[in-house]
C-alpha cells in the first residue's frame, strides 16, 4: 500500500535527540508519563513542520494553527510563540539538522493527578515534546499517487471540531482503518450532508473542465498545503472553488488530488477502483506539483 507519508529510510534517524519540556533525550530514552493528558485522552493538538534548506517552511501558519486549536480546547501552551521558536532551533541545533527534516511538534494539556477528562484534575504547564527526523518523501508517490476509497466514518461536529489538528485522532484513525478493508491507501470521508470533505490524512481536490474544486472547508483541518494551492490557483489564473460536490462529481472528474504538509501534492489515479481522467498523473496536479516547490524555493529564499 502507497502513502503520502512513504519516505527513504535514513539511518541518521536512529540517533536523534528529542525536546520534552527544555530538555534532551536519545530517542531511545525519550518518554512522557503515563499520566500524561496526551497518553491518557489525546487531550491535546500538535503540526508537522518540514525543514527545507535551513528554512521552516510555513512556520507562522503553523503556528498560529497551533495557537488557535490549543484555544479551541481552553488550553494554554505555556510558551510564548517566540518560545516556541526558539525550542525548535535548539532542537535543530541539537541533531544538526538543515535540510529534509519533518517534525512533529505536540502539545498536550500535561500531566494528570488522576485519569480523569476535566482539565482541573492537571498538574502544572503543559508536556511540549518535538521530535525530527530526516524524511524525504518519496518520488514515486509524487507521480504515481495513492488510492482513495469513499468511507462511512463522517467528517462532522458531532464528536469534536473537524478543523481543530487535535492529538486525538480516533475519527481518522478509523477512516484509515476502513480504507485499508477496502484496499485503498487513504479514506474518502464525507461532511454530514454527503459533500466531500476530506481525506483521513489529507487534504482533497479534484479537477473539472480546468476548474480546481475543494470543500467548504467547514468539515476538514484548516491544511497548511491547502492554503497554498488555494493561492497558487489564484496567482496562476486556474479557476479555483470551495464548493459542496458529491462522489458523483469525484468519479468523473478529468483529474484528483490530496495535499500535506509532508508531501505537497500528491495524485490520485483511482477513487472507489474507479479510474480518474487516464489513470495517471494530469497535467493540472504536475503544475500544482512544480509551482508548489518553485514557492517553496522562494519561501527559502526569502530567509
Same mark, same amino acid.
Given at each position: ?91 535543530? /541545533? %541539537? &541533531?544538526?539538522?538543515?535540510? *529534509? =527534516? #519533518?517534525?512533529?511538534?505536540? @502539545? ?133 472553488? /470551495? %464548493? &459542496?460536490?458529491?462522489?458523483? *462529481? =469525484? #468519479?468523473?472528474?478529468?483529474? @484528483? ?47
Amino acid at each position: 500500500m502507497a502513502s503520502t507519508h512513504d519516505y527513504n529510510m535514513d539511518t541518521r534517524n536512529d540517533n536523534i535527540h528529542i525536546y520534552i519540556n527544555g530538555f534532551f533525550f536519545h530517542r531511545s530514552e525519550a518518554k512522557v508519563s503515563v499520566m500524561d493528558s496526551g497518553y491518557l485522552l489525546g487531550d491535546g493538538v500538535w503540526e508537522g513542520i518540514r525543514l527545507h534548506k535551513g528554512t521552516l517552511i510555513h512556520l507562522d501558519a503553523h503556528l498560529d494553527r497551533l495557537f488557535s486549536g490549543a484555544k479551541s480546547i481552553a488550553m494554554d501552551i505555556g510558551l510564548s510563540c517566540e518560545e516556541i521558536i526558539l525550542a525548535l532551533r535548539k532542537t535543530l /541545533e %541539537k &541533531n544538526k539538522m538543515e535540510s *529534509d =527534516v #519533518h517534525i512533529r511538534l505536540i @502539545v498536550s494539556r500535561g500531566i494528570k493527578k488522576t485519569p480523569y477528562q476535566h482539565p482541573k484534575v492537571t498538574l502544572g504547564k503543559p508536556t511540549v515534546v518535538i521530535i525530527p527526523e530526516y524524511k524525504k518523501a518519496s518520488e514515486d508517490v509524487k507521480e504515481k499517487g495513492i488510492t482513495l476509497a469513499r468511507v462511512k466514518t463522517r467528517r462532522d461536529h458531532s464528536i469534536q471540531d473537524p478543523r481543530i489538528n487535535s492529538l486525538s485522532k480516533h475519527n481518522c484513525i478509523a477512516a484509515c482503518i476502513e480504507a485499508d478493508k477496502l484496499g485503498a491507501d487513504e479514506g474518502l470521508m464525507l461532511d454530514p450532508y454527503d459533500f466531500v470533505s476530506t481525506c483521513n490524512s489529507t487534504n482533497f481536490f479534484i479537477v473539472k473542465n480546468g476548474e480546481v474544486w475543494t470543500s467548504t472547508g467547514e468539515y476538514c483541518l484548516n491544511g497548511v498545503t491547502r492554503g497554498s494551492i488555494i493561492r497558487l490557483c489564484e496567482e496562476y489564473n486556474i479557476p479555483i472553488f /470551495e %464548493k &459542496n460536490f458529491n462522489v458523483e *462529481d =469525484v #468519479h468523473s472528474a478529468n483529474e @484528483v488530488f490530496v495535499t500535506g504538509t509532508f508531501a505537497g501534492v500528491i495524485p490520485v489515479p483511482s477513487v472507489d477502483g474507479k479510474t480518474i481522467g487516464n489513470g495517471t498523473r494530469g497535467s493540472i496536479t504536475e503544475s500544482l506539483q512544480n509551482w508548489y516547490a518553485l514557492d517553496i524555493e522562494k519561501l527559502v529564499a526569502m530567509f
